[in-house]
């Protein structure tokens, strides 16, 4: 037998959601944006809104334009470089060993 409580389940506002309650809806514009994994993405805008020429695909992440035989190139990434891989491109092999003896000359007191 239910508690007696008529409102159980049900929210402030809850009700049915028409036109009638919302009021009219702004005129949208559905634009297709493809990436270059031929994904499609059907973005909509407001009518008086400015489209832009690139949208981010959501399934992958890559830049999508509104040509879909010409879609904009994916970003190069670069592969994750250590901190000794920017020293090296930084200093040469004998700048290296010249700072490694004058630091090994200070820890021996020879400086």
Same mark, same amino acid.
């Given at each position: ?21 919302? =009021? ?13 994994? =031929? ?21 992958? =992440?890559?830049? !999508? ?19 000794? !891989? ?16 004058e630091a090994l000359a200070k820890l021996r007191g020879e400086i």
């Open positions: 037998m239910a508690s007696g409580n008529a409102i159980r389940g049900s929210r402030v506002g809850a009700g049915p959601m028409g036109e009638a309650e919302r =009021g009219e809806s702004a005129p949208r514009l559905r634009i297709s944006f493809w990436c270059s994994n =031929g994904h499609e993405t059907v973005p909509s805008f407001a009518s008086d809104a400015q489209i832009p020429d690139t949208w981010d695909c959501p399934r992958c =992440g890559f830049p !999508a334009g509104k040509d879909r035989d010409n879609p904009p190139d994916p970003p190069r990434t670069e592969p994750y470089k250590t901190h000794l !891989a920017y020293v090296r491109e930084r200093r040469s092999d004998a700048d290296g060993e010249a700072i490694l003896a």
